[in-house]
């Protein structure tokens, strides 16, 4: 949407805008048809959906403080504490709402950050081309080289554990795949004939970037983005399992389960914090899948080409 | 004058090596391999130049730090009054002699840690990458061959789970189900702590207790595998489903697999001889790329079954600030990483002689 506001309506006159809504409406219209059409998608869609009533309303959804010690630890479900407590006697139902404010908002930070950066310097390395390019995709390649979770830990370990380092941390090891994926839009989009006439136009390198090209490559940056939710929650939950992430007493989802690990008679603890982590994961991956296949038909098949 | 440069440049053209596709090829993937190598510890370096900690405390304690004398000879020592590109060097060479710092929670050198501790993940790793490949490569081609049926909806929501599930919380739901439950399954460590160590041998327990002749422990070994395997492979089962599954699909519409059809072959010829063996090379390129993610998951995997490998080892060093232990097995681990697609390219060059023209 912002980037529809962002084109300048320089050379369009006033029936073309009409024409432009009516087209938009129609377009609502026929996204609303293919996503019933999708049910896969929907179930993602309202998995979300329920998991953003829960963030908004969390106080008014969980009983009890998310820190609050009750008096009783290790009690098994039951209809006062819905996911029973943990060995310091806490609400594990209320710890599970609180968290996900701090589990699925820190992720979508994550995201949107690496998101940014990596487009930054995919447009940057695509658009320019020649040295910078190659000094930029040869840095993107030595980050690949790491595998995610080592990467991830050494650095929230160098930096110090808490979540916002854990988030840092998320953040260096998560733009390099915005980059590269960027880069290789821009370049197959640098010298397409809408690209160049509007250079031919005069149009300066800055312009043709956020005009022409910045349209083209969102869909299929945000796509990925999409998808990338769910792996931001797991590692963030995985940082925190580790200790290098979310430090006690914060209601952290995977903070939760390390709790629960030593108490194997209480299943519950480790139990419910999981539950959550996976339907969040799971949700945001058929989100994901389903608008890759909706609004991105072309980069499925390119993607089934390259395979080949 | 023009006479000489000319012949020159006629004698260079006869001096050069004959272009040998292979070796250029295995020329050209050692040096980036190299290259990538040497990027990796320029990375580890800035992590551990970015600490806020003070690295003469870390490694000496607070009492000594407090002597002047004392951390004047260590900076002296590790060259930590030098300009940054001088302490890369110092840092570079030293890692090339094998000195890659001190351990502070174990106080052994970190090479030597690490070459202790890498058996144990190795030997998970490899249990992992097997029983993937092959249940994967069996999900993925019924998937493919019963499209849109049953082997393939399951598949499809093995591969879903696999990157929507925390492996450490799946590592404590088998722990309580097979643990707790019903008892079938240990819940952590490599072998049963009541039996005797093996002394001396590879530290690859499977093979340690076969040449020692002992079956009672061999089964021992292979009980504790079952679930750390299972658990870490979850993802990667999930991959090779999905890729099994394309490329079989893939395959399946050429014409020479149905020339192989018409000529009366039985339909599990045609998948054994044509079928797998034109897949095998993407099935291989993805399990060497797997290799780095389930390397990483082991720092999970490690933690929840308490497996003494190169995973704990880096979570206890996080956990206590041991900044020379995580950057050494962020280095093993990546350096291991790379090399392993270095010869998983090398193969997949044998496989597809194509490869070799690009």
Redesign the interface.
Known sequence: MSIENATPPTTTSIPAAAERRRMKISATLHVVKRILRMPLFAVGLSIVGVWLIVIIFAGQIAPFSPNAQLGIALSPPSWEHLFGTDALGRDVFSRVVHGSRISLVYSVILVTAAMLIGTVIGMISGFFGGRLDEILMRLVDLFFAFPVIILAMAVAAALGASVQNAVLAGIIVSWPIYARTVRGLVVGYRDAEFVVSSRLAGMGSGRSILVDLLPSIAGPTLVLATQDVGAAILLLASLSFLGVGAQPPMPEWGAMISEGVTYFSSWWIAVFPGLAIVTVALAFNLLGDGLRDMFDPKMKRSIQRKTK | MTIGTSARAAGARALRLPRHPVLSYTLRRLGLTL??GL??TL??FT??A???IDPVVAALGERAAGDPDIVANYRAKHGLDEPLPVQYWVYLTGLLRGDWGMSLQTQRPVLQDLLSYAPATLELVFATIIMAVVFGVLLGLAAALYRNRFPDHFARVIA??G????I???G??M??IF??QLGWLP?GGRIDPTMPKIQGGTGFLILDTISAGQPAMLWSVMKHLVLPSIVLGLSTLGLIIRITR??VL?VLGNDYVRAGHAKGLSSGTVVRRYVLRASAG?ILTITGVAF??L???T??IE??FTWPGLGLY??R???S?D?NS??G??LF??VS??LVNLIVDLFYMILDPRVRLT
């Open positions: 290259l990538l990027g990796i990375i580890t992590l551990s970015l600490v806020p879903l789970l990157v929507s599930t925390p450490f919380w799946f404590i739901v722990i309580l643990f707790a819940s394309a490329s893939e993407s780095g993610g390397l990483a998951g720092v999970l933690t929840v880096a979570y060093s996080a956990t600030a900044l995580i950057m097995v962020t681990v990546s990483y790379i």
